[in-house]
């Protein structure tokens, strides 16, 4: 099992373009989530998925867009980036049940210039 | 809602000794605890987690966190750390009615010979 995976790893972007970051799991969970991490701040909820077919924001979603695509897939856009934009983002699942921890993607450096 | 206070941001400690980070924790529910640890450049793993029972929960890798309801505290400790310990340590919380976790700022520990 791959787990969770993100891509891509490292991106820069001017403002103002857009782009999306893809996540996929292959543990069959039903929520996914993205989070950013900026320093000092922990990470912040940005949407959540909590089944197929759902998706809510979370703490922090302006500014941002999320599809879920089918159970694997879950990505996040930015329509007109910003560099307030410029976080590391990192995409998380979990089968949903109450008890279950949350499984982490490796992370996607973003940086908007 | 809950919150999350880390009360250290940065912890140096050399290589042996014992190591506290501490967590805090504020809400008007029940909640379960989490300890999640980041090593540089990779994403976040569960270290271990607090749901019911016993108020004393260990890792498999020496590490142990106490729930504390009347202090609401979370706090972690290692009696004897190594170099490989050296990483970023995020305390999270989440409503035992909910599936979204809301995380302290975290605590950087560096392990020194």
């Known amino acids: 099992n791959a787990g969770v995976t993100q891509t891509p790893k490292f991106q820069v972007l001017k403002t103002g373009q857009s782009m999306t970051l893809q996540c996929a799991q292959d543990?069959?969970?039903?929520?996914m989530y993205w989070y950013r991490q900026d320093p000092g701040m922990g990470l912040r909820l940005i949407y959540y998925?909590?089944?197929?077919?759902?998706?809510d924001k979370g703490e922090v979603p302006n500014g941002y867009n999320v599809s879920r695509l089918n159970k694997r897939e879950f990505s996040l856009r930015l329509e007109s980036a910003a560099p307030s934009q410029t976080s590391v983002y990192f995409c998380a699942s979990t089968t949903g049940t109450l008890f279950e921890t949350q499984y982490f993607g490796p992370g996607t450096r973003l940086l908007v210039l | 809602a809950q919150s999350v206070t880390q009360l250290d941001s940065q912890v140096p400690v050399f290589e042996e000794a014992p190591v506290e980070l501490r967590c805090n924790y504020s809400?008007?529910?029940?909640?379960?605890l989490f300890w999640y640890v980041q090593y540089p450049n990779q994403g976040l793993q569960l270290l271990l987690k607090y749901l019911s029972g016993s108020t004393l929960v260990e890792s498999i890798n020496g590490f142990e966190a106490e729930f504390n309801k009347s202090q609401t505290s979370f706090h972690l400790r290692k009696p004897s750390v190594h170099i490989s310990d050296t990483a970023e340590y995020f305390c999270a919380v989440r409503k035992v009615d909910d599936y979204k976790l809301s995380f302290g700022a975290g605590t950087t520990v560096t392990v020194r010979a």
């Open positions: 543990m069959n969970h039903n929520s």
């Open positions: 809400s008007s529910v029940s909640v379960y």
């Open positions: 998925s909590a089944s197929e077919g759902t998706t």
